[in-house]
């Protein structure tokens, strides 16, 4: 654990110094900033559900992030109780500010629980949503308010949630299709 520590810090250390520049801050702050509470995600869900075509996978977005939040950020962040960098390593220097403990990071959680749901619809869509969900998960160890394995736990949880309930809403869709059809060959029966 000590040694997964040590590395943590050294990647936040090595950003801080060397990648931190006054052309990427502002860009990757304000994209830090899109998902404080799922902004983005969730404006993505709702388009989605105002149009029948895509409105399994809206609901497999929300349904993914309100797992992501209650078992993400409501369960497991309190479990694990990890501080964030800035309060452990106090030369570490956050560009936002934030409250809350660290792992899982909650930004990236709802990235990827939404992305990974796209991505269970729609292939090509999809893998631009994973794609803008590492850059979400990335800009969080850009503004030093999370550590990169709070980073890839998060992701990792996000696309489990996401996978699950893509899968859920599928099946879920096919249980109801099927019990329309059944329900409208009854009254054929009975007529013959």
């Known amino acids: 654990m000590e040694a997964i520590q040590a590395l943590d810090i050294q990647i936040l250390y090595w950003l801080a110094d060397y990648f931190r520049n006054d052309i990427l801050t502002p860009i990757l702050t304000f994209l830090t900033h899109l998902c404080d509470h799922g902004e983005l995600w969730l404006t993505l869900a ?8 895509t409105r399994r ?13 209650i078992l993400g950020n409501g369960v497991l962040k309190n479990l ?10 106090t030369e570490l ?18 990235s990827f629980t939404a992305a990974a749901a796209v991505f269970s619809f729609y292939k090509k869509p999809g893998a631009a ?16 308010v999370h550590y990169p394995t709070d980073v890839l736990f998060g992701a990792a949880l996000g696309i489990l949630f996401g996978t699950l309930s893509a899968a859920a809403v599928k099946r879920i869709a096919v249980n109801l299709h099927y019990a329309r059809l059944k329900r409208a060959d009854i009254p054929e029966k009975k007529q013959k």
């Open 129 to 144: 949503a994973l794609l803008l969900a590492a850059l979400i998960g990335f800009t969080r160890l850009y503004v030093g």
């Open 57 to 69: 996978c809206g609901t497999a977005i929300l349904l993914a992030m309100a797992l992501g939040l």
């Open 80 to 89: 694990i109780a990890r501080p964030r960098p800035f309060i452990t390593y």
């Open 46 to 53: 709702l388009v989605l559900l105002l149009r029948p075509r």
């Open 93 to 110: 220097v956050p560009l936002v500010q934030v409250g809350g403990y660290s792992c899982p990071s909650g930004h990236t959680l709802a």
